[in-house]
């Protein structure tokens, strides 16, 4: 993986989005959950994506982003992995299942105390309005 990031660096990319495979990745498509679920059954997880992305700032300088879903993060231990991804280099976190009220109120702190940019993505929404 760490070879492949680095090639993308060179031909110009900006930022790298890493997924982080889940076993019910209901929310994505055929694709990715097709390739979350080969990722785990090959022994996937978080642990060993940062133990893989451990010198990647050694050899990479683009942004790196990490997304997937709120659950393996809480398995991990939020506070932990805030921790790892600042020790990695890690610059920011996508968490579409993390309601932004919760993540204010609960986790903020420890993304704060991190330097760790949480990214929400924002859904296309229809007006409220009354009915009489």
């Not at 610059?91 to 204010?104: F, K, T």
Request: proline content about 7%; hydrophobic content about 40%; overall charge negative.
């Amino acid at each position: 993986m760490v070879d492949i990031i680095k090639s993308l660096e060179k031909s110009g990319v900006d930022m790298i989005e890493i997924g982080m495979p889940f076993s019910d990745p209901l929310a994505d498509g055929p694709v990715i959950q097709n390739s979350s679920s080969k990722a785990l059954k090959n022994g996937m997880s978080i642990k060993l994506l940062f133990e893989q992305l451990k010198d990647i700032r050694k050899e990479v300088k683009i942004p790196l982003l990490l997304m997937g879903y709120i659950n393996p993060v809480f398995q991990f231990g939020i506070e932990n992995f805030c921790k790892k991804c600042r020790e990695i280099g890690i610059d920011g976190v996508i968490l579409p299942d993390l309601p932004m009220d919760e993540y204010q109120q609960n986790y903020q702190k420890y993304f704060d105390e991190c330097d760790l940019r949480f990214i929400f993505l924002i859904t296309p929404q229809p007006a409220l309005t009354e009915f009489a």
